[in-house]
């Protein structure tokens, strides 16, 4: 890991989202709340919340980090077809929360392949990106 003992504890916050396209016929299954494992949105969001928290645990050498907030949105987009997932997450610490934002929006989006694979095998994750970081010694940093 990296020493950050030194460095001054702050207000960070990190925003990333991502995709997740798929036939017409699991996005309505989806938006009607018609799979067969139940709601997959609401799932998705608490699972989401729930990898912020646990970042440290999967990804090798980051920092466990209280968060102060987190949370994931999730949009429904018929033009992909698909869904849009977006996270947060907050902390007053020494370190930044990008990866517990990156790590929401994957397991997200996992749990939405994982609930809806039974009616499309073909779906694909992408677009998994970091959009903001506020906050730390770098400073604030938006995508274009």
Not at 81 to 103: D, F, I, N, Q
Request: proline share 2%; hydrophobic share 45%.
């Amino acid at each position: 890991m990296v020493d950050v003992g030194a460095k001054a504890e702050t207000a960070r916050t990190a925003r990333a989202e991502g995709t997740i396209s798929m036939n017409r016929e699991a996005l309505d299954a989806i938006e009607r709340n018609a799979l067969a494992k139940g709601d997959a949105i609401s799932a998705a969001r608490i699972a989401g919340v729930m990898a912020a928290k646990r970042t440290s645990d999967l990804i090798p050498l980051c920092h466990p980090i209280g968060l102060t907030d987190a949370g994931v949105d999730i949009e429904i987009d018929r033009e992909l077809p698909g869904l849009r997932v977006s996270a947060w997450a907050s902390t007053h610490g020494r370190t930044g929360v990008e990866m517990e934002a990156l790590t929401a929006v994957s397991v997200a989006l996992l749990t939405i392949y994982d609930m809806a694979k039974a009616l499309d095998r073909r779906m694909e994750i992408s677009e998994v990106r970091l959009t903001e970081k506020l906050g730390g010694k770098s400073g604030d940093w938006k995508r274009d």
